[in-house]
């Protein structure tokens, strides 16, 4: 099989079901939850804790989820679970009780696993704002907003696992309320 097809050389792409133009809002979408997905890989590799490597599997093939139901002109059921993002909960809450407390602001940074998880989240809040504008996509609105969310918690415990302390934003007041109510 040859990967090349010629079929999009005058600026059309295929779905299933019809042709569309390459840069109509959908097949943009496509191509930043393939970017995400490319950072989540990145991310993988560099991810020092096991589950958190194991957890970023079971979101690339998640992701791919997404892109495959954005891939049919007509609707059809989708092939994200809504246990996905059920999951991302569940993972967030045990990454956040396993990091240390936050209480401001802080900088995207810390490890190379951590960096490239700031990244994979604002490339993600990228594409939540591209699904807006996209209506086949509105039922995958949850699923990413939540995976931001996990990103974010990740790269802290993966800095936390490296011993590496968040960098607080100097300017940032008290903006986390603990657990035990205090600010």
């Known amino acids: 099989m040859k990967i090349y097809t010629k079929s999009g050389d005058e600026g059309e792409t295929s779905l299933v079901g019809g042709r569309v133009k390459k840069n109509d809002r ?41 892109g495959s139901d954005l891939m049919y002109v007509e609707p059809r059921p989708s ?41 994979a989240r604002t490339v993600c809040r990228r594409v939540e704002r591209s699904m807006i504008d996209v209506p086949q996509a509105a039922h995958l ?4 907003n939540r ?21 607080e934003y100097v300017r940032s007041a008290h903006v986390f309320k603990r657990k035990d109510g205090e600010q």
């Open 26 to 66: 959908l097949i943009s979408l496509m191509g930043e939850l393939d970017e995400l997905n490319s950072f989540v890989g990145l991310a993988r590799t560099k991810a020092s804790s096991i589950e958190v490597r194991e957890q970023l599997t079971v979101i690339q093939h998640a992701l791919f989820d997404c």
């Open 79 to 119: 092939r994200l679970s809504q246990e996905a993002t059920v999951d991302l909960e569940s993972w967030i809450d045990t990454l956040t009780e396993l990091s240390p407390p936050l209480d401001k602001f802080i900088l995207p940074g810390g490890t190379e696993a951590a960096a490239t998880l700031h990244v």
């Open 141 to 144: 609105l949850p699923f990413i």
């Open 147 to 167: 995976l931001s969310d996990f990103f974010f918690t990740a790269a802290r415990y993966e800095n936390a696992v490296k011993q590496k302390a968040d960098i």
